[in-house]
């Protein structure tokens, strides 16, 4: 059988060779719509880094029309309140730009000798609930409470365990001391390490430090205030978002610091995603990939239909000689698989010089700045080249297979069970 197909695609070489060319120019496209929607897909399944379920953020704004409260007075007052509502586990207040899908982002080199990585700072107050409110983890033990118990100098940091790697070459970094900028500037004594968090939802995790506040609130933090409260498990969203808007009527409408909006912290990852882009490039890719789709069932299989329904002849032929219906089609697809396997190599390889020429796809151009902070890495299935080039192509090559089967199995079926008769009447 395998000899049969062989010997009647070389014969056929020049009307295949047409099929073959548009087989790889199919590929290649399919290329450039599938890895966008593999990698975006993929980065989205990376794990947070940190609990979302129970999140919410608070929102506070200077209240124009007291001019008596002390600001600082009035947020002491209402962190105390907040963290002794029943359904209230915990409650941290962050600056702007400094949290996970935040508007923006705060970023700088640190070095280490004369390695130096880019990375985004996240200060935090000491003793305020920061790793309970967030579970970010340690990198040693896994749990938040290692990293809430900590007693973090003012010239200590935390740092993410992608980034220590970097430094130190694979090295412990605990304990080590960090210059940041390019190495004229303060310096600093790494003082843990934690498990790599996920800056955007869109993004694979970055390199990050956290840095703790020394001294007060400064006076331009009450301008758009960020509380983050995690609640209590158990509690619905529903629930805990009706009541909290009940409370929040009853204690922040007055004083310096008023109510902004409140909302879960999964909306606020799905607006991040949406102003940054991600939604939109997600949605474009899909739109994409179903038109292309479409018309590449289209192509295929209208190409391997009529190349299959005008052997009538053939097929007679052969069934004259005893051939069975089922041989008959398992020679169809054979040759179809065949021819569909030859060009989905030559694809990928025409592809692959494009590739170690300009890349794969990343992040295409979401995060121009962003990315800079992103450590490639083997660990992620996007930043090892190999394996990211070996299973989008074997997704091309299952999606060229499902679109060959399907042009040709209903021809072949057809075809197959056609009268003898009928099959020579032209011969």
Known sequence: MFGQIIRYLWNCRRHNLWIMIELIVIT??????????????????????????????????????????NPADDYRLIMQKLRNIPSVDAATCVLRGAYPSSPGMNANNIVKDTVAIT????????????????????????????????????DGIILSED??????????????????????????????????????NGMQPCAVRLVPIIGEMPEWGFN?????????????????????????DENLTGGSLVFKDFLPFHEIQAASDLEKGVTNEIRS??????????????AVSGTFWMNTSGRHEEIGIRLSYGASPG??????????????????????????QWACFEGLYAFGDLYS????????????????????????????????????????SVPAYRISTISLVRALKDE
């Open 327 to 352: 041989k008959i089609r398992l020679m169809l697809f054979g040759e179809g698989i065949a021819l569909t396997t030859v060009a989905v190599l030559l694809g990928c390889f025409v592809y692959f």
């Open 285 to 298: 890719k899909y739109l994409l990939a179903v038109f292309f789709l479409f018309n590449l069932l289209l």
């Open 224 to 248: 758009g205030m960020r509380i983050f409260i995690r609640a209590k498990e158990g509690i619905s969203e529903e629930r805990f978002v009706e009541q909290f808007l009940q409370w929040s």
């Open 28 to 69: 290649i496209v399919s290329w450039m719509v599938i890895d966008p929607l593999f990698v975006l897909n993929y980065n989205r399944g990376i794990p947070d880094g940190y609990d979302v379920d129970g999140l919410y953020r608070l929102q506070l704004m200077r209240n124009p029309e007291d001019t008596v409260s």
């Open 369 to 408: 700045y962003e990315k800079r902070m992103v450590v490639t890495s083997d660990s992620y299935l996007p930043g090892h080249f190999g394996l990211h080039f070996m299973i989008v192509s074997l997704l091309v090559y299952l999606l060229m297979m499902l679109v060959t089967c399907l042009g040709i």
């Open 163 to 200: 980034a220590a790697a970097v430094l130190s070459g694979g090295g412990d970094m605990v304990g080590q001391t960090v210059h940041e900028g390019n190495g004229d500037g303060p310096s600093y004594r790494v003082v843990a390490l934690m498990r790599p968090f996920k800056m955007r």
């Open 119 to 154: 990375t985004t700072y996240i200060p935090f107050f000491r003793g305020s609930d920061f790793f309970r409110t967030w579970r970010f983890r340690s990198a040693s033990d896994g749990t938040w409470e290692t990293l809430e118990n900590l007693e973090v100098p003012d």
